[in-house]
């Protein structure tokens, strides 16, 4: 079992910048990918990006591309989205997730066996 905690939402403007964080309980944290996905008001939740067990690897919606980097600290148990030039469209909850593997499509939320509660992120134009 693995409990996440997401944390870094906010307002911000056009153009800012905000840092999410998702800290994970338990002792295997290593064994699980992770990733991140979202939810807008009247929307279906969407994928966003997601890391391999190393860090090495990332995935990305072609939206985010350019402008979100997805990392994870294996030490501390922590997977961090850091959104840069952020868009009044990427207005929405931002949920972290794990998958224990193994990992075969990774934008698919059947994918993922444990979500945060999510936090919220509001762009303002």
């Known amino acids: 079992q693995v409990r996440l905690v997401e944390s870094g939402g906010g307002l911000v403007q056009a153009g800012g910048s905000l840092r999410l964080s998702c800290a994970a309980s338990g002792r295997t944290f290593s064994r699980y990918a992770m990733g991140w996905f979202r939810q807008a008001p009247g929307k279906e939740r969407e994928f966003v990006a997601a890391v391999g067990l190393s860090g090495s690897t990332t995935y990305y919606t072609d939206s985010v591309k350019g402008r979100f980097a997805i990392s994870r600290d294996n030490a501390k148990n922590t997977v961090h989205l850091q959104m840069s030039s952020l868009e009044p469209e990427d207005t929405a909850v931002y949920y972290c997730?794990?998958?224990?593997?193994?990992?075969?499509?990774?934008?698919?939320?059947?994918?993922?066996?444990?979500w945060g509660q999510g936090t919220q992120v509001t762009v303002s134009s």
């Open positions: 997730a794990a998958n224990r593997g193994p990992l075969y499509h990774e934008d698919s939320e059947r994918e993922y066996d444990y």
